[in-house]
T-cell receptor, first 112, second 114 residues
């Protein structure tokens, strides 16, 4: 079955710098890769997703890149701000399949 | 929209007691998920409903766990009897349809079993 590995488990960056979180997946059939942000005391919320027919997607300060050959995808956050501090989860699935396979999460700390 | 609503937000109970967690999905969504989150195991899918019908309950850890969805606007997750290892945050999520990818999570219920 599908397995998703996420690194690093904790990432501390200076406010204003960029942050990159990486995930690898095992099932080459997976074609949908969402990223969720979980703030303290809240449920995960979708922030961006990418499908396997594109290599990169941007939304303001966040972007996701996908390398299907290497089976990895990354979340990039530029110009980090204090409100970016949270736990970020990557996931993978077959589009239209209800089951998301989740990474273990990355705790992002933004230092003032 | 109010989003996914869960109650209670916090529950503290003693081992052996029955616990019932409640969820109201987003109106119009016909897929509902129950997840459990712990530090050790991360996010685990417990059960998935589509159009009020349980489709996949392979993640339900034991017979002590049961879930129902009597109508499109309400679901319960019950643990009977509860054990300390059930302590976790339980999330309910809903999505628009079977083929819709985005899952909208509720705020979760933090369960502590003493």
């Amino acid at each position: 079955g599908e397995n998703v590995e996420q690194h690093p488990s904790t990432l501390s960056v200076q406010e204003g710098d960029s942050a990159v979180i990486k995930c690898t997946y095992s099932d080459s059939a997976s074609n949908y890769f969402p990223w969720y942000k979980q703030e303290l005391g809240k449920g995960p919320q979708l922030i961006i997703d990418i499908r396997s027919n594109v290599g990169e997607k941007k939304d303001q300060r966040i972007a996701v890149t996908l390398n299907k050959t290497a089976k990895h995808f990354s979340l990039h956050i530029t110009e980090t701000q204090p409100e970016d501090s949270a736990v970020y989860f990557c996931a993978a699935s077959l589009r239209g399949n209800y089951q998301l396979i989740w990474g273990a999460g990355t705790k992002l700390i933004i230092k003032p | 929209d109010a989003g996914v609503i869960q109650s209670p937000r916090h529950e503290v109970t003693e081992m052996g007691q029955e616990v019932t967690l409640r969820c109201k999905p987003i109106s119009g969504h016909n897929s509902l998920f129950w997840y459990r989150q712990t530090m050790m195991r991360g996010l685990e899918l417990l059960i998935y409903f589509n159009n009020n019908v349980p489709i996949d309950d392979s993640g339900m850890p034991e017979d002590r766990f049961s879930a129902k969805m009597p109508n499109a606007s309400f679901s319960t997750l019950k643990i009977q009897p509860s054990e300390p290892r059930d302590s976790a945050v339980y999330f309910c999520a809903s999505s628009h349809s079977f083929s819709s990818d985005t899952q909208y999570f509720g705020p979760g219920t933090r369960l502590t079993v003493l």
